[in-house]
């Protein structure tokens, strides 16, 4: 017991400890001190190395996934819809030059005349009904595609039905078939056909903009990883002078990573954007040529045919064939020789030429007053007449089409394989250069115990 008198000692108890130990840690001027210490410096560098990797390895992999993730809706989504266009679009120009070409025999058109309407036709509507629900509705343009489609959905069976209207009277050797045939290909040429090509050109956009972005290098990704290396060797020359030691192997371990890491970058994402630049200059650009081409094609058969149909003297028809031609004559003379599908366009080449000189007969038979003999150049089975040139340059067309979207698939897919490793190794590259941080500075910070 404490005598009288005497002052008793206060000892700290376990309720009053926690508190005196903080009083201690969060004074002000001891807080001031340690922030001002050579261990709190090296935490902080730590601590912004160790946030400058790890921002740098996120912001890699989450570039790359995205690129990735664009990638893979252009090649199972936006190129085939651009496909589908085109093939609306041919199928459309071919059913009204085979509508056309039934009616100059007079009578019951040849089979295979029908068939190939009927093949378009059909073939036209498929892509309308397919393409139409499926088509992306995350897209902008959707509500635009959708209009399209349904407008041409809509007015196709009202163009089939002034054909077969036409047909009908052809067979009973009704003049006003030849009027119902005018308006439905009218329709055709100013409502469909207009349809279709806005539409075409509205999903030919939408892969020139998707190849544009993914070309576009991934600067900020880039910009970061060069940050992060330019901090570590900063941090590598500070450890130095201030510890003097000449290297840390932490440090050197984590810039290795972040070099890798650019470098990998770099030159995966070089090989993707040349992957897409060649897809473009070798698949799309020489596709959007062949494209036009197919339909100039059947547009001048169409106009070819009509001027037999309304046996038209006025010039309209021969005008809207040689401008045609001449367009036409000049997207193949000017298709690149180094372009996929050369050889298909040589032979279109010299098939265009041999129709020209078809077209040439039946118009000096017209001359003469031979309607009959003009018919037959236009719409006979030999191989010298205008159908067979139309139908060789239609097959060498349509084949050119097949190589070219070869090609830009392909491309695609390689520019996507390229990224496939990236976005994961960014990852393990930033935790790699996190932990080596730690170990090159936790010798450093023990030593300040």
């Known amino acids: 017991m404490?005598?009288?008198g005497e002052t008793v000692a206060t000892r700290p108890t376990l309720?009053?400890?926690?508190?005196?130990?903080?009083?201690?840690?969060?004074?002000?001027?001891?807080?001031?001190?340690?922030?001002?210490?050579?261990?709190?410096?090296?935490?902080?560098?730590?601590?912004?190395?160790?946030?400058?990797?790890l921002g740098a390895g996120s912001v890699t992999s989450n570039t790359v996934s995205e690129r990735q993730a664009a990638l893979e809706v252009l090649l199972a989504d936006t190129e085939p819809d651009s496909h589908s266009a085109h093939k609306l679009y041919t199928s459309l120009s071919i059913a009204d030059a085979a509508a056309s070409t039934a009616f100059i025999s007079g009578g019951v058109e040849p089979?295979?005349?029908?068939?190939?309407?009927?093949?378009?036709?059909?073939?036209?509507?498929?892509?309308?009904?397919?393409?139409?629900?499926?088509?992306?509705?995350?897209?902008?343009?959707?509500?635009?595609?959708?209009?399209?489609?349904?407008?041409?959905?809509?007015?196709?069976?009202?163009?089939?039905?002034?054909?077969?209207?036409?047909?009908?009277?052809?067979r009973f050797g009704n003049p006003v078939g030849a009027a119902y045939l005018s308006e439905a290909s009218n329709q055709m040429q100013t409502t469909l056909l207009p349809m279709a090509e806005e539409l075409q050109d509205l999903r030919s956009d939408a892969v020139d903009v998707a190849q544009r972005n993914h070309v576009r290098p991934p600067w900020f990704a880039i910009g970061l990883i060069i940050v992060a290396l330019a901090a570590l060797v900063w941090a590598q020359v500070e450890v130095?002078?201030?510890?003097?030691?000449?290297?840390?192997?932490?440090?050197?371990?984590?810039?290795?990573?972040?070099?890798?890491?650019?470098?990998?970058?770099?030159?995966?994402?070089?090989?993707?954007?040349?992957?897409?630049?060649?897809?473009?200059d070798h698949g799309a650009v020489p596709a959007s040529r062949l494209t036009e081409s197919r339909i100039l094609t059947q547009q001048a058969r169409s106009a070819e045919t009509?001027?037999?149909?309304?046996?038209?003297?006025?010039?309209?028809?021969?005008?809207?064939?040689?401008?045609?031609?001449?367009?036409?004559?000049?997207?193949?003379?000017?298709?690149?020789?180094?372009?996929?599908?050369?050889?298909?366009?040589?032979?279109?080449?010299?098939?265009?030429?041999?129709?020209?000189?078809?077209?040439?007969?039946?118009?000096e038979a017209l001359a003469r007053g031979d309607y009959q003999g003009a018919s037959v150049v236009a719409t006979g089975a030999g191989g010298a007449d205008a159908a067979a040139q139309v139908e060789a340059l239609d097959r060498a067309l349509d084949e050119g089409l097949d190589r070219t979207?070869?090609?830009?698939?392909?491309?695609?897919?390689?520019?996507?394989?390229?990224?496939?490793?990236?976005?994961?190794?960014?990852?393990?590259?930033?935790?790699?250069?996190?932990?080596?941080?730690?170990?090159?500075?936790?010798p450093r910070l023990r030593e300040y115990r």
């Open 2 to 4: 404490a005598r009288t």
């Open 15 to 53: 309720a009053t400890l926690p508190a005196a130990v903080s009083r201690v840690h969060l004074d002000p001027d001891e807080l001031r001190t340690f922030a001002s210490s050579s261990p709190a410096k090296l935490i902080a560098l730590g601590l912004l190395l160790i946030g400058l990797c």
């Open 111 to 170: 089979e295979t005349v029908r068939d190939r309407y009927a093949q378009a036709v059909g073939e036209a509507a498929a892509e309308v009904v397919i393409h139409s629900g499926t088509a992306g509705h995350d897209r902008p343009e959707n509500s635009v595609d959708t209009r399209l489609r349904t407008g041409i959905a809509t007015g196709l069976p009202v163009y089939t039905g002034l054909v077969e209207t036409a047909r009908t009277n052809n």
């Open 240 to 280: 130095a002078a201030r510890w003097r030691r000449t290297l840390n192997a932490g440090l050197l371990v984590a810039s290795a990573a972040m070099s890798i890491l650019l470098a990998w970058t770099v030159i995966a994402g070089s090989v993707s954007a040349a992957a897409m630049i060649e897809g473009r």
């Open 306 to 363: 009509l001027k037999l149909v309304r046996r038209d003297a006025t010039g309209d028809y021969d005008r809207i064939f040689d401008t045609g031609v001449a367009r036409l004559t000049e997207l193949l003379d000017g298709y690149p020789g180094d372009a996929p599908a050369a050889a298909a366009v040589t032979d279109a080449r010299a098939a265009l030429d041999r129709w020209r000189a078809a077209h040439q007969r039946m118009n």
């Open 405 to 442: 979207r070869e090609t830009l698939r392909g491309r695609i897919a390689t520019a996507t394989d390229s990224l496939t490793l990236l976005g994961p190794g960014a990852t393990a590259l930033a935790f790699l250069a996190v932990a080596a941080i730690g170990v090159g500075l936790w």
